[in-house]
């Protein structure tokens, strides 16, 4: 029932898509049609960079008082958008983030459980070159597949959210060890509208944080 509904959801999205690519190519230029477009990218697809192309086309075309007062409350939406992050997804949208979410925090760990297998190897008593090497080689790969991961996700969301960044800042402190990035990224969760503060994710917490489940 659920890939039923998600089926005509997609139809009746792609069709109304299509409505209104025939609207702008028959009005060329008019506010309300891009307005339209632009609430469509805003609500269904969630495109906010193209939403904010369209509002600015439909700024530059001439528009009444009404559209103005459009323009302006789009605007206002797209902002709230940007400063709540994932709270302002829909059902769809916030089962597709936890799901990518997932997928980050499995090759974190897998990352992490990498690291402590090979230096485990490493402090063997009776330790073999090539023991060494095929632990080295598996942390590498790990590290690589979490990072095409992380890549990918953040790139879906292109805006920043807090929860997302702050395990990418971990993963650069723990796994790259690149304190440098991982401050940047915990500065720009918190500034997303991340619970925690950079005190809890760096300095005097470090140690308290190092305990705590990845995922919290």
Not at 76 to 102: C, H, P, W
Not at 122 to 139: E, G, P, Q
Not at 142 to 151: D, G, H, M, R, S
Request: proline share 2%.
């Amino acid at each position: 029932a659920a890939a039923d509904m998600h089926s005509k959801w997609q139809c009746c999205s792609a069709f109304l898509l299509l409505l209104l690519q025939a609207g702008v190519a028959r009005f060329h230029g008019n506010p309300s049609i891009l307005l339209l477009q632009a609430a469509y990218m805003i609500h269904v697809i969630k495109d906010t960079r193209a939403a904010r192309t369209q509002l600015q086309l439909a700024s530059s075309n001439l528009p009444g008082v009404i559209e103005r007062y459009n323009i302006f409350k789009a605007l206002e939406e797209l902002k709230s958008i940007r400063e709540t992050g994932d709270r302002g997804l829909d059902l769809m949208a916030y089962v597709e983030f936890q799901r990518n979410f997932r997928a980050c925090v499995k090759a974190h760990k897998a990352a992490l459980l990498a690291q402590r297998a090979f230096w485990r190897s490493v402090m063997r008593d009776n330790l073999k070159l090539s023991d060494m090497l095929v632990a080295f080689r598996a942390m590498e790969a790990t590290e690589q597949t979490a990072i095409l991961v992380y890549k990918r996700v953040l790139d879906r969301y292109p805006q920043g959210n807090g929860k997302l960044l702050k395990i990418w800042g971990r993963f650069q402190e723990w796994v790259l060890h690149d304190p440098v990035r991982a401050s940047r990224s915990y500065a720009e969760a918190v500034k997303r509208g991340l619970g925690d503060t950079m005190l809890n994710l760096l300095g005097g917490k470090e140690v308290y944080m190092r305990r705590m489940p990845l995922w919290r």
